[in-house]
C-alpha cells in the first residue's frame, strides 16, 4: 500500500516536473545554476515522500504529526500548481496541431490555475484554518415546546487540539466568539483530540471557559477512542479514554454516551439525546440509540451523532429523533461555494438537511486533521436557533 501511494506521489510531481522542463525551462534559460534550481523543491519533496514512506516508523509518524502537515503543505505546493500548468498546455496540443490554434490561450490559462492554486494553498495554510467563521441556522418544527421558540444552541465539532498546540491564542479567540453569541446551550459533536488526551493540557483552562445558561454537553467522536496512535497495550489506550472524559468533566463539560438528559425552560423541556461514535466501517460503532434514548418517548429530541452517515443508517428509519446535529466530515477542509469533495463521500457534508419535518445539521469542524489547511470550509462555530 505504501509502495503504491509513493510511486502515485512520484508521479504527481516528477512527470509534470520532466515535461515543464523540457518545455519551458531549457528555452527559457541556458543558465545552469537556475535550472539546477528548479529541481531542488521536487529533489527535497521526493526525498521527504521516500523518508516517510520507507522509514518512518509509525513513533515517528506520531510524534511528528504537525511537521509530516507541513511537509505535505509543501510537498502540494509545488507539485499542484506545476500539475495544472502541464495538463492545460497537454490539452492545448491536440487544438494547436489540428485546428491551427495558438499555445498562448492554454498557456495562459494554466499559469493563471498555478497562479490561483499557489494562493489558495499559501492562504488555506495561513489564515484558513484559523479563520473562524460564525454560521447562523434557524430549524423550525411545530412539536417544540412554546417555551423553546428562540432558544439558541451554539454547536462546536471536531476541535482536534493536538493541532493547535502553540496557538493557544486561536482557541481563545475561539472561546471568545463562542460566548459572544450568548447561547442557551452549547454541544459539541465529537473528535476533541487527535489521538491523546494529553494534547489537552496546554488548552483545557481555555476551554473550560466556555459558558451557556444550560451548560456544555458534549459526545465522543472516532479520534477520541485513540484508534489512530500506536498503543503499548489495550490496557494503555483504555486509560487514555478515561483520562479524556476526566479531563472534560473538569472543564465542566457534560459527556452523553449513550445517554440523555432534559432541557427545562418554564413548565416546558425537550431531550437532548448522545451517543458514542456511530460511523461506518472502518470507523469505529459504539452507539446505542435505542438505550439512549429511552426515556424520552413523545418528547421534541434533539441528537449528538458524530457520523452523519448514522441519520440515514438508523436515526431515519428506526426512530422518531426531530433533529440530529453531526460533524466529521470537515467537508475536507476544501470548499468552493456549495461544492466540496467530500460530497463524494458523504451525501449530508455541511449545513442543514430536511426530510420532511426531521432535520440534520452538520458542523464542518474547527480543527484540522493531516494537512494545517482549510479554504472555503472555514472554521465552523453554528448558531442554531429553534423556533416553532
Known amino acids: 500500500m505504501l509502495q503504491r501511494l509513493f510511486i502515485f506521489l512520484l508521479l504527481l510531481l516528477i512527470l509534470p516536473d520532466i515535461y515543464l522542463y523540457l518545455r519551458f525551462i531549457v528555452r527559457l534559460t541556458a543558465k545552469r545554476w537556475l ?17 516517510l514512506v520507507f522509514f518512518a516508523n509509525n513513533q515517528f509518524s506520531e ?126 459533536t465529537g473528535d476533541l483530540v487527535n489521538h491523546r488526551a494529553v494534547e489537552l493540557d496546554e488548552f483545557q483552562e481555555i476551554l473550560a471557559r466556555l459558558k451557556a445558561k444550560d451548560g456544555v454537553y458534549s459526545i465522543l467522536g472516532n479520534h477520541d477512542y485513540g ?42 423541556s425537550i431531550a437532548l439525546i448522545g451517543v458514542e461514535n456511530e460511523g461506518e466501517p472502518p ?41 440530529m446535529l453531526a460533524g466529521h466530515t470537515h467537508a475536507m477542509q476544501l470548499q468552493f461555494g456549495d461544492y466540496s469533495p467530500s460530497v463524494y463521500i458523504y451525501p449530508e457534508w455541511s449545513g442543514m438537511y430536511l426530510e420532511g419535518t426531521r432535520g440534520l445539521y452538520v458542523n464542518v469542524g474547527i480543527g484540522y486533521v493531516g494537512l494545517p489547511f482549510r479554504f472555503g470550509a472555514w472554521p465552523e462555530i453554528t448558531v442554531l436557533t429553534l423556533r416553532r
Open 227 to 268: 484508534p489512530y496512535f500506536r498503543w503499548k497495550s489495550k490496557q494503555e489506550q483504555d486509560e487514555n479514554l478515561i483520562d479524556l472524559k476526566q479531563r472534560q468533566a473538569a472543564m465542566g463539560w457534560k459527556l452523553l454516551n449513550n445517554s440523555h438528559t432534559f432541557l427545562v425552560q418554564g413548565n416546558d
Open 35 to 51: 535550472r539546477i534550481l528548479y529541481w531542488i523543491p521536487s529533489v527535497l519533496s521526493i526525498a521527504g515522500v521516500l523518508y
Open 63 to 188: 510524534s511528528h504529526t504537525r511537521d509530516i502537515g507541513w511537509f505535505s503543505i509543501f510537498f502540494f505546493l509545488f507539485s499542484a500548481p506545476k500539475l495544472l500548468l502541464a495538463l492545460c498546455t497537454v490539452v492545448g496540443m491536440p487544438f494547436h496541431k489540428w485546428l491551427r490554434m495558438p499555445h498562448t490561450p492554454f498557456i495562459y490559462t494554466g499559469v493563471t490555475l498555478a497562479v490561483i492554486c499557489i494562493i489558495m494553498i499559501l492562504y488555506g495554510s495561513s489564515v484558513g484554518r484559523s479563520r473562524f467563521e460564525v454560521k447562523e441556522t434557524t430549524y423550525s418544527s411545530s412539536r417544540l415546546p412554546q417555551a423553546f421558540n428562540g432558544y439558541r444552541i451554539v454547536q462546536l465539532s471536531d476541535i482536534h487540539i493536538g493541532s493547535w498546540t502553540g496557538n493557544a491564542s486561536a482557541i481563545e479567540r475561539m472561546v471568545e466568539l463562542v460566548n459572544a453569541q450568548q447561547p442557551d446551550l452549547i454541544v459539541f
Open 283 to 323: 470507523f469505529s460503532q459504539h452507539g446505542d440509540l435505542t438505550g439512549a434514548k429511552a426515556g424520552t418517548e413523545g418528547m421534541f429530541q434533539i441528537l449528538l451523532s458524530h457520523n452523519p452517515t448514522h441519520w440515514r443508517r438508523e436515526v431515519l428509519p428506526e426512530s422518531d429523533v426531530d433533529l
